[in-house]
């Protein structure tokens, strides 16, 4: 499925398919990685909340080659405040200056990426935007055009805050742990709720423009900045 999507991917020579839970997969490997992702299904499925745990993202962390990131997807809909609130500070407890990015160009509330480095360091507009019109990213740049990211700029206007923003809301957020799985139960109480704008909008009110984290000419770091302030007006 998806073969001109993915770019039929799991025919690239380059690409190795393990079917294992997760879990054990990262727990027992050996080697170390420049991107570790999960995109579980909502937390208040029973097992799932074990991905979203102060003790798997402990577990990625140690995994992380130099300059790696994790990511982790969270859903705003079918979710209320509280779930929210436990799933950031969970993986913010392990990622400082970890980043919450929308998934979707239009700045519309469905669901979010959490991305976390061992060392966060900043990201150059201007060498992004240069690696996005290289030969070697043209398939990059394709698959990004098709949901209306054309440049850096659109790409980097995704982001929607991150931990230095949201350390008072979270304040007193539920972290989840291995040994309680609060998570699990609190995800419970937002099954079927449709807030997911509301959420996102709560989120990004807190957001303030990080200017140690987008580095770059002052043309292209200027033209972020109006990107982001339009998303508020």
Request: one cysteine or more; glycine letters at 6%; a negative charge.
């Amino acid at each position: 499925y998806f073969n001109r999507e993915n770019y039929n991917v799991l025919h690239d020579p380059r690409t190795r398919v393990f079917y294992d839970d997760a879990r054990h997969f990262i727990l027992t490997s050996k080697e170390k990685y420049d991107i570790i992702t999960s995109d579980p299904i909502h937390p208040w499925v029973k097992g799932t909340s074990t991905l979203y745990s102060r003790e798997y993202f402990e577990l990625c962390k140690r995994h992380l080659k130099p300059g790696g990131i994790v990511t982790q997807w969270v859903p705003l809909y079918e979710s209320d405040f509280r779930t929210i609130q436990s799933e950031l500070a969970t993986f913010f407890s392990v990622f400082p200056h970890g980043t919450i990015w929308n998934s979707d160009a239009s700045n519309q509330g469905y669901d979010v990426v959490l991305v976390g480095q061992a060392e966060a360091g900043p990201i150059n507009i201007d060498t992004l935007a240069e690696r996005m019109r290289r030969p070697d990213h043209a398939r990059v740049a394709a698959s990004l055009a098709e949901v209306n990211i054309l440049s850096a700029t659109d790409l980097l206007s995704t982001y929607a805050g991150r931990d230095d923003d949201l350390r008072n809301w979270l304040r007193t957020a539920e972290i989840n742990r291995d040994m309680n799985m609060r998570l699990q139960y609190l995800a419970g109480w937002g099954l079927n709720f449709n807030r997911a704008d509301l959420i996102y909008q709560t989120i990004l009110s807190h957001r303030t423009f990080p200017a140690d984290l987008f580095t770059g000419s002052d043309e292209a770091v200027g033209a972020l900045r109006r990107a982001l302030d339009q998303q508020e007006h």
